[in-house]
């Protein structure tokens, strides 16, 4: 409905080139903010700097999620107080950040992030302490503050650069922002080309508001990124985990992992995956399709989502070409596997910086597709019982719906889960029979012989290739 309203409103905008030094200004009737949408802490932390002589707004994601009658992630404010005055004016802040430092303003749970006005970069700033750039333009240290107007133009797209006044409920445009929220447009403000060359994260912020707004990415906004995709190679490789994360856990992986192929991104995100792509399109696509598609679902129902799982599905199709070399050089399947993974991981963490805490669950979700299908005994029972069976169990019937054919092993996992102990004992007992009549009658133990029985299904390594 407010929406509506905002849609049917008109103002003479101007639609010249995004940026400039007057902002046009809505008033409380010409927008569909209302206060009482907006956090009220964000709310006090405003009121309090302006209280204290300082200007202060709210900016950003909040203002546009607001005028696209969505619930914003998170209420960030900007203002002319240096972090140091910020901080002097509560209890419940911390400065944080070096490349680009900001305040942290703490209320329970909630955090009201508060940056100063930043200005552009002028030549002798460079290479002070405040500002820094390399040689191909990537801003090394944000830190030189401004007045509100430098700080409208160095925010990255214009739908990002309205600011909203609580006190006086009006909003402040200086990037036509306005314009490109009704015509769902996502536009860089300045230069694209240099706009990315400054901050090559901009290019995936890109695609994660067209994703999530469903908005489109303006043709002069997108027309630079599929060439400058490879300057994500030079992002830390903390950040860019941090950016992977929050475009796959929005609720939109989907259509954005879409935006990331067409845009020459995913590669660099991904490079192993992306060169499974290449090899074996159907099944690769397939499988990490259709665990995007479920973290959507998960995320639409208000389950949890592990990123660990996720990004064993990411990786996962990069895995098994890698585990048969090392099995054609004479290696035992589960070494294989554990060596690959390890591998795999490692090249992983050189682009995105997985912390521990995911590269573990990765690992082990991995290691119990190469153990599912040995059964016998009481290895199936022993598996039902290991932690991470459950992660390992979904996995596998992820790869399965990728296409892969592993013998019926996920309805029989499903069977077994679900039956009695006396039926689990048949299905153990009918496995083996199966085998043996599979492979003739087994030799008999050497007396005092502490090797164990391999492969009891076959080495099913799930390669779907
Ligand atoms: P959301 O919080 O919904 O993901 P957001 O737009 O609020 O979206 P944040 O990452 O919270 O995104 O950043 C807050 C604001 O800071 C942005 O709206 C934008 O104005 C500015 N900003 C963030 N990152 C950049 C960047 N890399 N370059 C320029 N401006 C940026
Ligand atoms: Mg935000």
Known sequence: MLKKLFKSFRTPLRRGK??????????????????????????????????????????????????????????????????????????????IGRRFRLVHVHFGREIIEVATFRANHDDEEENSNQAQRNENGRILRDNVYGTLEDDAQRRDFTINALYYDPSTERILDYANGVHDIRNHLIRLIGDPTQRYQEDPVRMLRAVRFAAKLDFDIEKHTAAPIYKLAPMLGEIPAARLFDEVLKLFLAGYAVYTYDLLVDYGLFGQLFPASAEALRHNPEYADRLIRNALDNTDLRIEQGKTVTPAFLLAALLWPALPARVLKLQERGMPPIPAMQEAAHDLINEQCKRLAVPKRFTIPIREIWDMQERLPRRSGKRADLLLENPRFRAGYDFLLLRESAGENTGGLGDWWTRYQDVSDSERRAMIRELSSKEESASGPRKRKRSGSKRKRTADSGNDTGSGE
């Open 18 to 95: 995004a940026g400039h030094s007057t902002p046009e200004v809505l008033n409380r009737s010409q927008h569909p903010i209302e206060r009482g949408e907006i956090s009220r802490y964000a709310i006090s932390v405003v009121e309090r700097l302006q209280n204290a002589g300082y200007q202060a707004y709210l900016v950003g994601g909040c203002v546009r999620d607001l005028l696209l009658d969505l619930d914003p992630k998170d209420f960030d404010v900007a203002t002319s107080a240096t972090p140091e005055q910020v901080r002097a004016e509560f209890r419940n802040a911390r400065i």
